[in-house]
């Protein structure tokens, strides 16, 4: 390994990331559209398995949560992909800008 990213692979140096401090605003905080979204999830499972998410429930959890984090990691690649495609990749230049040239897309 040579430590330089193939064409097409994203590569992040979060160590060298340095972003200036939040600025307030009038937008709904995060947290609470994150604990809207968790209440709405919690819904969702009763609706589709007729229980609530529950320790010692026969699952494991550690498989459960890896599978939804590679999910999450392809999820994320398409939305960089379909950005660096055409206008769109305009909008994500500015991840360039905070990056570097340590990304690649």
């Known amino acids: 390994m040579t430590g330089i990213p193939e064409p097409g692979v994203l590569s992040i140096r979060v160590d060298t990331l340095s972003q200036p401090p939040p600025v307030r605003n009038d937008r709904t905080p995060v947290w609470d559209l994150v604990i809207a979204d968790m209440r709405e999830r919690k819904e969702f499972g009763?609706?589709?398995y007729k229980?609530?998410?529950q320790a010692f429930n026969g699952r494991d959890a550690l498989v459960d949560a890896?599978?939804?984090a590679l999910d999450l990691c392809v999820y994320l690649r398409q939305e960089i992909?379909?950005?660096s495609a055409g206008p769109a990749?305009?909008?994500f230049s500015f991840l360039r800008?905070?990056?570097g040239r340590n990304l690649q897309v």
């Open 46 to 48: 009763w609706r589709k």
């Open 51 to 53: 229980t609530y998410l």
């Open 66 to 68: 890896y599978q939804e």
């Open 81 to 83: 992909e379909q950005r």
């Open 89 to 91: 990749c305009r909008r």
């Open 97 to 99: 800008r905070l990056f």
